[in-house]
């Protein structure tokens, strides 16, 4: 109650402040004749707003609060030009004198800074190849976070992104997981993941588990979009998170970066990276290794991460992209715990067998052409070859481990896909508009096999069945996928925009292969023991509708409104795999359902930053566990309907810039994450109607201070997430700890750095009250069971830039 009476409180006095504004008028004139320059306009760069110039050239940018902004005037044929103006207690009057373009017709450039919030901010209307008019987007400024980047702490990066729930797997960040909204956090398969524009996850549409995860330490920012997201990138309901990779800098030919981090139980990470510019390329790389032996018993790991990029700029309209990826680690798996061996000893391991390994090679090719100054196309084709080999004993963590032959699973990704999108702005009666069209096709190909391991306790990721070969199950899955896409900004007025949008999709998976089929009787004795062949096919035609409402009452105030369908095809864990605690209903519905969002946004001269938005979260046939009545069993399979209604707010406030004004060099930040969330079960299953939603805590809260005087920066943050479920039938404890309550848990995080000419110093305490607590129950790996999460650690980094 507290932290929602201060939050209405900040952010009545963010209104109250804003409700001050000035303009900025002036004039577009040629530099010869001082005539007036025909259809100019002026973008300010900070919001991404375009204003239309009359026929005498005669501009105005009205309700401007104060503050210092970027403005660009051009036009076709025109050279631009851009200055910079300040904004106090008065209107500003500023003109531009352009000269026109001899030749060939040049790209008019413009770059502008993002505000600058402390590692917090949103796209713009419009970037690059796509729209965010109207749509609920956070932006993560990694050069802005004082965090434990060598392991990717998620709980840091994401401190203030709203509403994520965030699993905890492993201490080194080998593997994201977070969900929104009540979605599950599971590899993050409910985002569509991409990086610098491109999909990453394993098939992103027949298995949308992301096993890679670029590391913290070379990503630029993080881009996520809810809402309508899903109507530009994909059909699914969480929305869209992608990861954009640092670049060389324009202005020299080589910088060197090198980062060495020690830490808590044997960790270490080398971090290596290079990039520059010379004539027409730009280029960049990094080479990553981490290792250690963790908290837990049973739980080293080995990963190396490489990645290169290379930029060629043909000419004024053409850049072409290169980019590489390739990441290899293998990780020791301590399995899951039950619920009174995690409240006796969350340290210890019962499974010293499991291993996991996977790689990865991802690559993509982009294109950027200029056809005019208003009209852009970008083409990005991308491909994935990659293996993920799982190893151990899935049997429920109750029993103890036989040490017989293993379970292996294998399964080998070979992906390619093309995304064209071609963006454009057109004038539209007084105003001006834009026009976002694409296409998407996909194939995306899995062979996933299963069977017997071996009986000993190495990674060894062979099958020892008597033949060689897999003895449980293999298939091949093919996933076929086209999809068509439109959004257009309608400017109604200056302040008032209408974003409807349109996506068709076909999606075509087919699972081709066997699978054996062994039933005991009581004492246990094998009563059958069969090889069934098996070939499925589904094709499905779906067409998605959404609508996106933006209205700017200032250049530092917007409402947004927006609506979107959704839709989420059953995966290839859906159609057939072989898990002792699990089992698959073979006649799985897909899902499908809309989101919509409604809330208020701004920003005041850089000193305070606020987002508050509701969300409903409507969910069809939504797939999930039943228990097998009289067993332990549970069952996969479509339980009903859902609904998720919630809350998000986050404000972030400069206090010693509030008062002392923003060019006060010392800066003591201060902000507030809070999100509030109510779900319920609708089914006709009596122990899910009227139910929780799984995996959706009511309450997550993460509030945090951060101090910034010259070169050093300090950083504390506390997180809070309530008790939640993990299945459908809101099951309290279950013997096995597959299923059960995640109690409420709550985090203190402490870091600093301090830079002296080329060298950087980064240190931290996460966990620092040594709190025992854990984020997730798993059904197999890395468990099953409870997984704990790290008990309290430290690092130490150090950089030098050349």
């Known amino acids: 109650m507290h932290v929602t009476l201060t939050i209405a409180l900040v952010l009545c006095s963010c209104m109250a402040t804003l409700a001050q504004t000035f303009s900025v008028t002036g004039k577009i004139t040629s530099a010869s004749a001082q005539q007036p320059v025909p259809r100019a306009e002026v973008l300010l760069t900070n919001t991404g707003s375009l204003y239309k110039a009359d026929a005498k050239g005669n501009y105005t940018i009205p309700n401007l609060a104060p503050g210092t902004y970027t403005l660009t005037a051009y036009s076709v044929g025109w050279g631009a030009a851009t200055e910079q103006v300040t904004i106090s207690n008065s209107n500003v009057f500023l003109s531009f004198s352009l000269q026109p373009l001899e030749g060939k017709l040049s790209e008019v450039n413009v770059k502008g800074e993002r505000e600058k919030t402390f590692g917090i901010t949103r796209l713009n209307s419009v970037e690059g190849a796509a729209i965010y008019e109207g749509k609920k987007s956070e932006v993560v400024v990694l050069s802005d976070i004082t965090a434990s980047k060598a392991t990717n702490n998620t709980r840091q990066v994401f401190a203030k992104v709203a509403g994520l729930n965030i699993w905890e797997s492993d201490g080194a960040g080998l593997q994201l997981g977070i969900g929104g909204r009540g979605l599950s956090p599971n590899r993050t398969s409910n985002f569509n993941t991409r990086q610098n524009g491109y999909d990453i996850s394993a098939d992103a549409l027949g ?274 996928n086209v999809a068509m896409f439109a959004e257009n900004i309608f400017n109604l007025t200056p302040k008032l925009s209408l974003t409807p949008g349109v996506r068709y999709e076909w999606i075509n998976t087919n699972a081709d292969g066997s699978y054996r089929d062994v039933m005991a009787d009581q004492a246990g004795n094998t009563i059958k023991d069969e090889v069934i062949a098996e070939d499925r096919s589904n094709s499905r035609n779906v067409l998605l509708l959404g609508l996106g409402l933006s209205y700017k009452p200032t250049e530092q105030m917007e409402v947004y409104a927006n609506f979107s369908q959704n839709y989420r095809a059953i995966n290839f864990n859906d159609m057939r795999v072989i898990n002792p605690n699990q089992f698959v209903d073979q006649n799985l519905k897909d899902e499908s359902g809309y989101s919509a969002d409604l809330g208020f946004r701004g920003n005041v001269s850089g000193t ?172 197999g790996y890395p468990g099953p069971g409870i997984i704990p999460s790290d008990a309290r650690n430290w690092y130490v980094t150090l950089q030098l830039k050349l």
Do not use: C
């Open 207 to 480: 298995y949308p588990e992301s096993y890679y995860t670029p590391p913290t330490e070379v990503v630029d920012r993080i881009e996520i979009v809810r809402g309508a997201a899903s109507l530009q990138y994909g059909t699914q309901f969480g929305g869209m998170v992608n990861f954009v990779m640092k670049e060389g800098p324009e202005d020299k030919p080589f910088e060197l970066t090198s980062r060495q981090t020690l830490g808590s139980w044997g960790f270490l990470n080398t971090f290596n990276s290079i990039g520059g510019s010379e004539g027409k390329f730009r280029y960049y790389g990094f080479y990553q290794y981490k290792s250690g032996d963790g908290w837990r018993n049973n739980s080293e790991f080995d990963a190396h991460t490489v990645f290169s990029s290379v930029h060629y700029n043909a000419n004024d309209k053409l850049e072409i992209g290169f980019n590489y990826t390739y990441m290899d680690y293998l990780a020791q798996q301590p399995g899951g715990l039950t619920d009174a061996e995690f409240d006796h000893n969350p340290q210890q391991s019962k499974r010293d067998r499991n291993w996991f390994n996977v790689n990865w090679n991802l690559m993509a090719l982009t294109l950027d052409y200029r056809l005019s100054e208003r009209t852009k196309l970008n083409i990005r084709n991308f491909g994935l070859l990659a293996e993920r080999d799982a190893l151990g004993y899935l049997e429920k963590i109750n029993r103890p481990d036989p040490m017989e032959k293993r379970l292996l699973l294998k399964d080998q990704f070979n992906n390619f896909g093309n995304e064209t999108r071609l963006i454009h702005r057109y004038d539209l009666g007084s105003s001006f508009s834009t026009l976002l069209v694409g296409a998407r096709y996909y194939r995306g190909f899995t062979d996933q096999k299963q069977g017997d391991g071996s009986a000993g306790s190495n990674a060894d990721f062979r099958f020892y069945s008597k033949s060689g070969a897999p003895n449980a199950s293999s298939y091949d899955y093919l996933s076929r």
């Open 608 to 779: 305070l930053n606020y987002d508050a938005s509701v969300f409903y979260l409507a969910y069809k046939d939504r797939i999930n566990f039943k228990n097998v009545e009289g067993t332990t069993n549970r069952i996969r399979t479509n339980v009903g309907d859902s609904r998720n209604v919630g809350l998000e707010t986050f404000v972030e406030a400069d206090l010693l810039k509030l008062y002392y004004g923003k060019d006060h060099k010392t800066s003591l930040s201060a902000f507030s994450n809070v999100t509030l969330v109510n779900t319920r079960y609708s089914s006709p299953q009596t122990d899910i109607n009227g139910k929780e939603v799984e995996l959706a805590p009511p309450v997550i809260a993460k509030l945090g201070l951060s101090f910034k005087h010259n070169n050093l920066k300090l950083a504390y943050q506390y997180a809070y997430t309530a008790e939640q479920y993990t299945d459908a039938p809101n099951s309290v404890l279950e013997p096995t700890a597959v299923v059960g309550v995640v109690p409420a848990y709550w985090v203190v995080d402490l870091s600093g750095s301090y830079t002296y000419k080329r060298f950087t110093l980064e240190t931290g305490i996460n966990n620092l009250t040594d709190n025992r607590y854990f984020t997730r129950r798993a059904t």
